[in-house]
């Protein structure tokens, strides 16, 4: 799908930007790597985590050139795009480790370039020099992501799939004042800004409600309506998908009005994303938050497939020759990554990782995804938690200790944020396809078959010398491994 987000023109400028990065990658190479995920799923934690164990060397024993000593030393850089924000990653580091709060969300594209010099695994190679690889991170919202499908969609296919997503059960209460606004609007009638203003409004608290803990709805384009930024209240994200469309499309009417807005949106805030960014991509790992989905239930999960495969139909897949490669960058690997592993016992994470593996077959077959490496993992790039058993009776119960934020609730118990406590998160369903089978009717008092509560970030420890550890993590040397591994070799 991705080569009909773009024009003859787009290809052109992509191939002089590709070929003018290739050039410069002959004297210090580079590899670009894009982290996305929707909202809460932990991308700058990712980052933080990423960067503070390489930088610190931290236990990565499934990251082969860490584990074979072959890394001499990680450190940041100048990143090379300086119009791009820096990803502030001293901040993100300060809160983890000296506040134990986790850092703010991705509200925006920003980027860090991380340089690792290595000696290669292969003796011909340690003959000639030293090994040096940047790595250039991209981090960007997930949401912005969904918006790249509408580059092939018209007003009309837009406003028709919102309008059926609007409908379905688990949205239709959410979605009931802006349908109700929406169906009494005439499509004919003259174009006024304070209907289109009123619609816009009405769509954007809709979109917001999905994303709300209880529903954890994750297929909410227009992403700038979640997220303006700058454009807040701009002409561009003043529309709404309509109820009902004329044939007629009359110059100067409300139809038309919207049309030309959602237009000018793919134009000026679309189309320029992909083109700068996604098209750069060398690789690409994609985080999602199973856990808030599993919670939210099947409904949640069906909707969280949805939005992964819109995710990968976007990207450019495929390995070129070198000729190609020269013109046109394409994305070789992409790892679906389930965060927040540390909410279960790992006797859990074969089946959490069961599940994210359905999940991303699926959505690599609707989306007729084909050419890169799609591989998948269970992890935490912190790890919040330590695990435990406890006694109930004559049973033993597997559990996780850590400290549950502020707020969170299991059985009627609120948390301070500041006690320590043993959790039983429950068992993943067995069966895997269980996940996302909508279930049917259920007492009112039955208790969910897995509860999950988010935690502090760990107390880290520090050493005789005052050094401090680097942070804990669950898979994270196996997420470098795929994702960078083989550069490194």
């Not at 010099?117 to 940047?134: I, Q, T």
């Not at 807005?261 to 991509?281: C, G, N, Q, S, W």
């Not at 394409?330 to 359905?358: F, G, N, P, W, Y």
Request: glycine share 6%; proline share 6%; with cysteine.
């Amino acid at each position: 799908m991705a080569s009909s987000l773009t024009t003859f023109t787009d290809e052109a400028r992509i191939a002089l930007d590709t070929l003018s990065g290739r050039a410069a990658g002959l004297f210090s190479p580079s590899l670009r790597l894009g982290v996305t995920g929707l909202s809460r799923a932990g991308k700058t934690v990712f980052i933080s985590a990423l960067v503070h164990n390489l930088i610190h060397g931290g236990r990565l024993p499934l990251f082969e050139a860490q584990k074979s000593g072959r890394i001499a030393r990680a450190f940041l850089e100048e990143q090379p795009d300086d119009a791009v924000p820096r990803f502030q990653y001293e901040d993100h580091i300060a809160a983890l480790v000296d506040d134990r709060v986790w850092p703010d969300s991705t509200r925006a594209i920003s980027e860090l370039r991380l340089t690792i010099e290595y000696e290669s695994a292969s003796g011909w190679n340690r003959l000639f020099s030293a090994g040096k690889l940047s790595v250039d991170i991209v981090d960007y919202p997930g949401e912005w992501l969904l918006d790249l499908p509408l580059l092939g969609k018209s007003f009309a296919d837009f406003s028709r799939e919102a309008v059926e997503l609007a409908a379905l059960p688990v949205r239709s209460d959410l979605s009931q004042a802006w349908r109700e606004l929406a169906s009494a609007i005439d499509p004919d009638a003259d174009a006024d800004e304070m209907t289109a203003r009123r619609l816009a409004e009405s769509f954007a608290a809709y979109l917001k409600a999905c994303k709300l803990d209880e529903r954890a709805l994750s297929t909410l384009p227009p992403g700038r309506f979640l997220m303006p930024g700058d454009l807040e209240g701009s002409p561009a994200l003043t529309f709404a998908p309509l109820m009902r469309l004329s044939e007629r499309r009359r110059s100067g009417s409300l139809q038309a009005m919207m049309e030309r807005r959602y237009e000018a949106y793919k134009t000026h805030v679309v189309k320029p994303f992909f083109r700068e960014h996604i098209t750069r991509l060398d690789r690409q790992i994609v985080l999602i938050d199973a856990m808030q989905a599993l919670n939210a239930g099947p409904a949640a999960m069906a909707d969280l497939e949805r939005a992964v495969t819109e995710i990968l139909s976007c990207f450019r897949p495929g390995r070129g020759n070198f000729v190609t490669d020269l013109l046109s960058r394409r994305i070789d690997r992409i790892l679906v990554a389930a965060t927040k592993a540390d909410q279960l016992h790992h006797e859990s994470h074969d089946l959490l990782q069961a599940i994210v593996r359905r999940l991303a077959d699926r959505a690599v077959a609707r989306a007729n995804f084909s050419g890169a490496d799609v591989d998948v993992v269970a992890m935490a790039a912190v790890r919040s938690t330590r695990e435990g058993t406890v006694k109930q009776g004559r049973e033993t119960l597997p559990v996780i200790i850590g400290t549950p934020l502020k707020g969170e609730k299991i059985d009627g118990e609120t948390f301070d944020g500041k006690t320590e406590t043993a959790i039983f998160p429950g068992d993943l369903p067995e069966k895997v396809d269980a996940v996302f089978e909508l279930p049917g009717p259920q007492p009112k008092d039955n208790e969910p078959a897995i509860r999950f509560v988010r935690f502090r970030p760990p107390k880290l420890e520090r050493t005789a010398e005052g050094v401090t550890l680097s942070l804990a993590h669950i898979r994270l040397d196996r997420a470098l491994q795929f994702l960078i591994g083989d550069r490194l070799a």
